[in-house]
């Protein structure tokens, strides 16, 4: 039997697995995957036309990603980016197809790069399917679905965070240089940058879960307290957690150095993310 479903917004597509695809992609995320994107082609001289295919792609591949976390055979959760979660509106079925056509939608977007003399399709493609595959992405979601009611260590948690969160931060800012045509000491610095805020960005995803409020975040807080989920602040403490986002966004500003002052809109995001509230 499924659970009530909240009342469906009106949308000019009348095919429900759109109309559900649409619900979660735009109901507000903070699109910092394509703003990453975006930033990294930008510091590499290439052109947010050339990196647009890609930094949707990665947004479609994120979405599909929180759409199957809140059901409820995973995280179980009622709301995400401010709205009810998608089985919450859609049902089980509906949510869980809704995630599978977006992750295929976002191979469609991708294919439809331009290709650049260093880095052909198939690299941008491959670079996808990696950071979304089981090796990095479906992993974290695997050692952190196996991880429940277990003691787990930093390392371990380290291990969940680079691949739950990390791998697809990383691939996005690495598929704006490839879109540049970056030359290969770029694209090292572009990774090394892109690995450490993905870490920052998970611990102080931690910290907010503890520290604001449900509104604020649009989804439900104190969620990993009460699922008994591993997490910086629950092994660490708050305290050292901030300080342990400092010092990984301050590592993520020295990948930057390569770009001599060039990577002014990486740098500030990294900042945002530092700082941000949600
Ligand atoms: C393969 C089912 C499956 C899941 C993959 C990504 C993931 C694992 C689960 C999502 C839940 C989660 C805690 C992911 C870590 C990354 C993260 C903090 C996501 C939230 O990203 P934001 O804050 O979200 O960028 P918005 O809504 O702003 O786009």
Redesign the pocket.
Known sequence: MSAKRIERPNAPDKSTIHQAMRYSLFAG??R?RPALCLAAAEACGGSRNDALPLACAVECI?TY??I??DLPA?DNDDFR?GKPTSHKVYGEGMAILAGDALLTQAFEIAAQCRAQPRYPHRDMILEIARASGSLQ??A??VADLEGEGRKTSVAQLKYIHER??SALLCCSVRLGGMSANCPPAQLKALTDFGYQVGLA??VI?DILDVTQSSEKLGKTAGKDTAAQKATYPSIVGLEKSKRIAQQLTDKAFAALKPFKGRAVALEALAGYLLKREH
Do not use: P
């Open positions: 995320g903070k910092m994120h990603s929180l199957h976390d995973m980016r992405l479906v974290g979601q739950k969160t960005f998970q995803d």
